[in-house]
C-alpha cells in the first residue's frame, strides 16, 4: 500500500488542498455561529469535493480490490437516492394518509398529501401545454417553473442539511439558564404529548447537570394564553415541571409570548432584570423546531442555541416541510429578486431561441 500511495499523481495530492479549505471554512463559520444557513452551503463544498477527492484517490492507487468495493458501495448508494426519487411521491402519500389517520386534518398536517399529489401530476401539466399552447408560451410554462423548483429544492436541501448537522449541539452542563419553547395545551389547561416531550427534555439536562456539577439550570417556561386556552401556557408547562419534580425555586414562567421570537425576547428580559452576568443559555424545543428556533434567537439577540426533545417519525416530514416555508418566507425580499430575475431570464431564453 506505501508503494501505491506514491504512485498517485502529485496533483492528486495538491487536489486535497480543496475540501481542506472548505472544511477549514466550515468548521470556523459553524464554531463562531451555529445558526447560519450558509454553513450548509460550506459544508456540501466540503463534503461532495471531499467525494470527489476520495474517488478520485481510490483510481490513483490502482488496487483493484478497493476500487470494486469503492464502486459496490457507490453503485449502492445511487439506486437507493434513485429509489427514494422513484418512490418519493408515494412515499408522501403514504406519510399523508398515517397523519390523517393520526392528526387532526389541518392544513399544516397535509403538507406531504399537497406535495405528493403535485409531483404526480406535474408530468401530466406539462404535456398538457406542451400540446394545447403555442409553442414559446410552453416553453416558457415549463422553463420558468423548472427554475424556481430547483431553487426551491436547493435551499430545502441546504435547510435540512444544517437541520441535521444542528442536532449534534450538544451544549456544556455548565448552563445558567434553560428556556422551554412553548405549544398548544390541550382542553385549555393540560401539557399535551409534544409540549411534554419539550419539558421532559429540559427536565432531563437539568438532572445530568445537577448531577455533574451540584447546579441545576434556573428553568423558563415560555408561553402565552391563547384564545382557547385558560391558563397560560408558560404557567402549565411550569407546574408540570413541578410535579414531576422540579424545585420551584428553578421554575420561571414566561406568559406573554405568542410567537416564537416573542419566546426568546420577553424570556431574554426575564434573564436580564435577575443581573446574570453573560449568562450560558440554552433553548428547548422539538428537533424539526431547533435550527429555525436558533435563527430566530439570533434575531432577537439571544446568545443561545438549541437541543432537541422527540418527535414521532410520521409526524416529521409534515413539520419539516412546514418549518422550511416558514424559514423560505422568513426570507422573502431575497427570495423574491432572485424569482424575479429567474423570470426575466426565462424570458430571454425564449426570446433568443425563437426570434
Same mark, same amino acid.
Given at each position: 500500500?506505501?508503494?501505491?500511495?506514491?504512485?498517485?499523481?502529485?496533483?492528486?495530492?495538491?487536489?486535497?488542498?480543496?475540501?481542506?479549505?472548505?472544511?477549514?471554512?466550515?468548521?470556523?463559520?459553524?464554531?463562531?455561529?451555529?445558526?447560519?444557513?450558509?454553513?450548509?452551503?460550506?459544508?456540501?463544498?466540503?463534503?461532495?469535493?471531499?467525494?470527489?477527492?476520495?474517488?478520485?484517490?481510490?483510481?490513483?492507487?490502482?488496487?483493484?480490490?478497493?476500487?470494486?468495493? $469503492?464502486?459496490?458501495?457507490?453503485?449502492?448508494?445511487? !439506486?437507493?437516492? &434513485? /429509489? #427514494?426519487?422513484? +418512490?418519493?411521491? @408515494?412515499?408522501?402519500?403514504?406519510?399523508?394518509?398515517?397523519?390523517?389517520?393520526?392528526? $387532526?386534518?389541518?392544513?399544516?398536517?397535509?403538507?406531504? !398529501?399537497?406535495? &405528493? /399529489? #403535485?409531483?404526480? +401530476?406535474?408530468? @401530466?401539466?406539462?404535456?398538457?401545454?406542451?400540446?394545447?399552447?403555442?409553442?414559446?408560451?410552453?416553453?416558457?410554462?415549463?422553463l420558468f417553473p423548472g427554475m424556481v423548483i430547483f431553487y426551491i429544492f436547493f435551499w430545502?436541501?441546504?435547510?435540512?442539511?444544517?437541520?441535521?448537522?444542528?442536532?449534534?449541539?450538544?451544549?456544556?452542563?455548565?448552563?445558567?439558564y434553560l428556556i422551554v419553547l412553548g405549544a398548544g395545551l390541550l382542553n385549555g389547561n393540560e401539557v399535551s404529548p409534544l409540549l411534554g416531550q419539550r419539558i421532559d427534555r429540559a427536565l432531563k439536562f437539568y438532572r445530568k447537570q445537577l448531577r455533574k456539577i451540584g447546579q441545576g439550570p434556573v428553568i423558563i417556561f415560555s408561553g402565552g394564553q391563547g384564545g382557547d386556552e385558560t391558563v397560560p401556557e408558560g404557567v402549565a408547562m411550569r407546574q408540570y415541571a413541578i410535579d414531576h419534580g422540579l424545585p420551584p425555586e428553578q421554575a420561571l414562567a414566561e406568559d406573554q409570548s405568542k410567537t416564537t421570537y416573542e419566546n426568546m425576547v420577553f424570556s431574554k428580559k426575564i434573564i436580564d432584570a435577575r443581573g446574570t452576568v453573560k449568562p450560558e443559555i440554552t433553548f428547548v424545543t422539538n428537533g424539526y423546531h431547533t435550527f429555525r428556533a436558533g435563527m430566530i434567537a439570533r434575531k432577537a439577540g439571544v446568545p443561545a442555541n438549541g437541543i432537541g426533545a422527540h418527535t414521532a417519525k410520521f409526524f416529521l416530514p409534515n413539520a419539516i416541510i412546514r418549518e422550511y416555508i416558514a424559514v423560505f418566507v422568513g426570507n422573502k425580499r431575497w427570495h423574491a429578486v432572485a424569482i424575479g430575475l429567474m423570470f426575466l431570464l426565462s424570458l430571454v431564453m425564449v426570446w433568443a431561441e425563437y426570434h
Open positions: 500500500m506505501q508503494d501505491e500511495l506514491f504512485n498517485i499523481p502529485l496533483v492528486v495530492y495538491w487536489g486535497w488542498l480543496v475540501p481542506l479549505f472548505f472544511g477549514a471554512v466550515f468548521f470556523t463559520c459553524y464554531a463562531i455561529e451555529k445558526r447560519r444557513l450558509s454553513n450548509g452551503i460550506w459544508f456540501s463544498l466540503f463534503f461532495y469535493s471531499t467525494m470527489v477527492m476520495l474517488a478520485i484517490s481510490i483510481i490513483g492507487l490502482g488496487n483493484k480490490l478497493l476500487f470494486g468495493f $469503492s464502486l459496490i458501495i457507490f453503485i449502492g448508494v445511487i !439506486l437507493l437516492i &434513485g /429509489l #427514494a426519487f422513484a +418512490l418519493q411521491a @408515494f412515499l408522501l402519500l403514504w406519510n399523508a394518509w398515517i397523519v390523517w389517520r393520526r392528526e $387532526s386534518h389541518t392544513l399544516a398536517n397535509m403538507l406531504t !398529501l399537497f406535495l &405528493g /399529489l #403535485a409531483i404526480l +401530476l406535474a408530468p @401530466f401539466i406539462v404535456r398538457l401545454t406542451s400540446l394545447y399552447l403555442p409553442v414559446p408560451v410552453a416553453t416558457f410554462i415549463n430545502f436541501y441546504n435547510y435540512l442539511t444544517m437541520l441535521v448537522i444542528y442536532q449534534f449541539n450538544h451544549p456544556r452542563y455548565r448552563q445558567d
